[in-house]
């Protein structure tokens, strides 16, 4: 039988529904007692969920048994604006603090380390217990040789990572398809994050995006990373007319085998999960599809 698109969604989010009404009618201490137990941490990226003011995200994302949020501080369309973090970064973790959850991933635009705000921003973030920082995305100019350009990316991220170490906190660099991305076929970044501990800059390993660019030896990639590895990060993918497009969840094309592989492995750090199928959806919508791939994930990591 084949199934498109909109009703594999109908579907996750029909069952999306479900589960957050049982979670909802289950006592406080009784989904206490469950969530102690388990064995990885997940948090919520909250691109899409902006339009909820922090109470309400706060509410949504502890209703739905995430440890904390993955929250966007960047120039444009973001949670936190990265001028204002020293005001804003405290009053979004008060607000979570109430609700359990804390904010395990700040993402950023930061590239360099003498960017504006970037210092500030930071050090309010390490002030909150705040550990991790995603870095933006560096770039290729494909009109010039490859490999100059990532030779001179090397005293950049030795500048970013001396700041870490002093603030006391670790980027983390996604990898993210492309051919003009830094990071796209991981070796590259290998090479940029390899002589650092993760305590200071590691990969928040994507396989989404790394199944994109790996195709079967995707396995490599996780192998060349998992040294670096920082937290992971949770979504699907399917090919239209030569172009990747994101799915729900365990409707793609990301092999079942890389589960079983994170389960049989040491991974201690942080596991965020990403909707970015329904860009044009509200942030309801977005709830419920967060939920959804939470729920497939948890099937998928812990049974």
């Not at 479900?18 to 009784?30: E, M, Q, S």
């Not at 596991?271 to 939920?291: C, M, Q, R, T």
């Amino acid at each position: 039988m084949t199934l498109s698109l909109t009703s594999i969604n109908r579907r996750q989010f029909a069952l999306g529904a479900l589960a957050a009404a049982a979670a909802v009618t289950l006592p406080t201490r009784v989904l206490a007692a469950s969530e102690s137990k388990r064995r990885y941490k997940y948090c919520a990226f909250t691109k899409f969920l902006g339009a909820y003011d922090y109470e309400k995200l706060a509410t949504e994302i502890a209703a739905a048994g995430f440890d904390g949020i993955e929250v966007t501080a960047r120039k444009k369309d973001s949670y936190i604006h990265p001028e204002r973090a020293a005001d804003e970064l405290p009053a979004l973790n008060e607000v979570l603090a109430k609700h359990g959850l804390e904010i395990t991933i700040l993402t950023t635009d930061v590239l360099r380390a003498d960017e504006p705000h970037a210092e500030s921003m930071l050090r309010a973030a390490k002030s909150l217990g705040v550990k991790r920082y995603r870095l933006g995305f560096y770039t290729y100019d494909l009109n010039q040789p490859i490999v100059p350009q990532l030779m001179d990316l090397r005293p950049v991220v030795h500048d970013v990572v001396a700041m870490n170490r002093e603030i006391g906190i670790a980027a983390l660099y996604q990898n993210h398809c492309g051919a003009k991305n830094v990071g796209a076929t991981l070796w590259d970044l290998h090479s940029l994050i390899k002589e650092y501990p993760i305590s200071e800059i590691s990969c928040v390993f994507d396989i989404r995006h790394a199944s994109v660019e790996g195709g079967e030896a995707w396995p490599v990639y996780y192998d060349l990373m998992k040294p670096h590895l920082g937290a992971l990060s949770m979504k699907d993918y399917h090919w239209v007319d030569r172009k990747s497009q994101h799915l729900p969840l365990g409707a793609g094309q990301v092999d079942p085998k890389f589960f079983k592989m994170v389960r049989g492995s040491d991974f201690a750090g942080p596991i965020s999960v990403h909707v970015e199928y329904l860009p044009n959806g509200d942030a309801a919508a977005n709830l419920a599809a967060l939920k959804t791939d939470f729920a497939t994930l948890r099937g998928l990591l812990e049974t």
